[in-house]
């Protein structure tokens, strides 16, 4: 049963319904053991955080801050600010001082609510140039507030101003006037082509989006969802959302790195997620296959094979398996596949939204071989998170983004870009007139900048419009397809495709380093940094060959003819990636123009 209540509402209504069964599990900012609040206490803590903003003076649809990592603390703001009819606006745990100015003083943010140290020092040293920032409130008790530092204090000390909710009556007449045409978010983008935007979401697109997903989407109150992508990230806020709705336990994720620890702990039996963490999902069992004797690898790879007529030949088709594939395909998956999902904490899975790039149909194709329920979709920002996505249950087609959602109409252009009509769709970009009347048609279709087409029902999608590269022979690359390709193989961790106005395709190519010495140290190549790995010739023929295998089924023109391995990854730090870790082709370009260069010049 869903509970789509206006957000302002919506932990009271949930709560009166679960009451003290569990709501959240967490650990503390740096802590080790896994902690858990029913559905009151997490309403008590949003009532004392509505009331102590009341007593701060935050006001009806002013924006606050919150800039910070998973934690139980970011939901208690998020609800507490709608709880009064404020607007929060999520800043990524990993956000540059610049970035944070930027926002802060587009937003005109008084009050910002930050994580740990290293984000409430990134904070104090912006402080002075942000003329509307007034109050940095912390999450992470063990942060060391700078002496003298009167604008900061810990959440804790926060909460302590709602003591006893003197300000109740008035919370809930502000719930009583609040609206569907409300502003609950402004989500600013990645930016990967310039200064961010900021995209406004209503809590009557929160609502229409609970309501078309509800139906689609089979999450219930007997799930276990572990959050582990940013709640800054739309994907994993609307989801997020939509498993309260429905009384799921929430498994609070605070550190992404120890999201496979997090999993063998917690058990979840729901996550979203995007395709990288597939990938590396299916690099490591490939490694394991590997490296096992004999015997194992041809069993497994007969599991793989049995799994995959089973569950994408068949089911995915919508055709019945024969009695002889569905017993043999059993017996494997309770002895085989079960182990592999033992080992990744998945025992009990249910399914897994999986969004934000393009999925390779090989991961895709292995997670359902092994008997994990990938959910693979298509959204943005502008569209609250789903556009399209595969229906629990019913055929699928691998490659696709699935079927559009109910009260979604898509459209696509002469030009091939797909356009967005409905109630989930933003009516804009903040303080940006300009921006939000090119991104819309003359009828009222949101432009989505993506090119795709539709078949059957289910919507494909080719690459970013701007991001179609054109060669100087005048063919066109998709630069994340391609990427995609080489992003399966385990010796390879990142991959940015160069083409546009160039005579071939080239990459540059960041490996996966310890791999890379592994394999230098067995062939007994000698080495002293990573420099001299990546120029070695004898590892730089083994890439090409493993490449070569990977892009057979790529026309001529597509194929990587040159790649340059690089020593040192890409970075945020260099521009070189957005907060959502999306390339910065631009940066790229110019970062790495002498390897670029040279991979064009005349041999």
């Known amino acids: ?19 003290d069964r569990e709501a959240l599990i967490y650990k503390d900012f740096g802590g080790k053991v896994w902690k858990s609040a ?10 004392q955080a509505s009331n102590a ?18 934690s139980v603390q970011y939901l208690y703001t998020d609800f507490g600010a709608w709880g009064i009819r404020a607007v929060t606006i999520p800043f990524y745990a990993t956000s540059s001082e610049q970035q944070i100015q930027f926002i802060v003083t587009d937003a005109k943010i008084r009050f910002l609510f930050v994580g740990e140290q290293e984000q ?13 920032l ?6 992470d008790p063990m942060v060391h507030i700078a002496e003298g530092d009167t604008t900061a204090m810990h959440f804790d000390d926060f909460l302590k101003l709602g003591e006893g909710l003197p300000r109740q009556s008035e919370v809930e007449t502000l719930q009583q006037s609040a609206s569907m045409d409300d502003i609950a978010n402004i989500l600013y983008t990645s930016g990967t082509t310039g200064d961010s935007k900021g995209v406004i979401l209503s809590m009557g697109q929160y609502h229409a989006a609970f309501v078309a997903n509800g139906k689609c989407v089979p999450v219930t109150d007997k799930d276990r969802v572990l959050n582990f992508l940013p709640f800054t990230h739309i994907f994993e806020k609307g989801w997020k959302i939509l498993c309260i709705t429905v009384g799921a336990r929430l498994i609070v994720n605070t550190y992404p790195q120890e999201v496979q620890q997090t999993m063998r702990e917690t058990h979840p039996t729901c996550m979203s997620s995007v395709p990288r963490f597939w990938e590396k999902v299916y690099m490591g069992v490939q490694e394991k296959i590997e490296s096992s004797g004999p015997l194992q690898r041809r069993l497994f790879r007969h599991a793989l094979a049995v799994g995959r007529k089973h569950n994408i030949e068949c089911l995915a088709n919508g055709k019945r398996p024969s009695m002889a594939l569905h017993l043999e395909y059993e017996a494997l998956n309770k002895t085989v596949f079960s182990l592999v999902r033992k080992e990744l904490g998945l025992e009990n899975a249910h399914f897994f939204p999986t969004a934000g790039a393009t999925v390779s149909p090989h991961v895709e194709e292995f997670v359902h071989s092994i008997g994990l329920n990938m959910v693979v979709g298509y959204g943005l920002t502008e ?58 048609t003359a009828d009222g279709y949101f432009r989505t900048g993506d090119s795709g087409y539709m078949k059957n029902g289910e919507l494909f999608l080719k690459d970013r419009i701007k991001d179609l590269f054109k060669t100087s022979n005048g063919k066109y690359i998709a630069p994340q397809m391609i990427e995609s390709k080489l992003l399966v193989d385990k010796y390879i961790d990142q991959v940015a495709v160069i083409a546009d106005q160039r005579k071939f395709v080239s990459a540059l190519i960041v490996p996966v380093y310890s791999l890379l010495e592994e394999y230098a140290r067995e062939h007994g190549i000698t080495f002293d940094s990573r420099r001299d790995l990546c120029q070695n010739k004898q590892i730089n023929q083994m890439l090409r060959d493993r490449i070569d295998t990977l892009q057979q089924q790529l026309a001529h023109y597509e194929q990587i003819k040159r790649f340059t391995l690089l020593p040192d990854g890409f970075s945020l730090e260099r521009g070189e990636l957005t907060n959502t870790l999306k390339i910065k082709r631009r940066v790229l370009n110019e970062n790495y123009k002498k390897e670029i260069d040279n991979m064009y010049a005349e041999s």
Not at 53 to 70: A, D, K, P, R, T
């Open 134 to 139: 007034q109050k940095i409130i912390v999450y």
């Open 383 to 440: 569209s609250l998170a789903t556009v399209s996505c595969d229906h629990l249950g019913k055929p699928f087609t691998v490659g696709s983004v699935g079927h559009p959602i109910e009260g979604i109409s898509v459209k696509i252009s002469e030009e091939g870009e797909v356009l967005l009509k409905g109630p989930t769709i933003t009516r804009g970009y903040y303080n940006r007139d300009d921006i939000t009347r090119n991104s819309f």
């Open 53 to 70: 903003m009341l007593n701060l003076g935050i006001g009806v649809q002013e924006n606050i801050g919150v800039f910070s990592q998973n």
């Open 120 to 132: 409430y020092d990134k904070a104090r040293r912006i402080f002075s140039t942000c003329h509307s």
């Open 38 to 47: 029913s559905w009151n206490q997490f309403l008590a803590k949003v009532k």
């Open 1 to 19: 049963m869903q509970i789509n209540s206006h957000l302002s509402r919506l932990v009271y209504d949930v709560a009166a319904h679960f009451g």
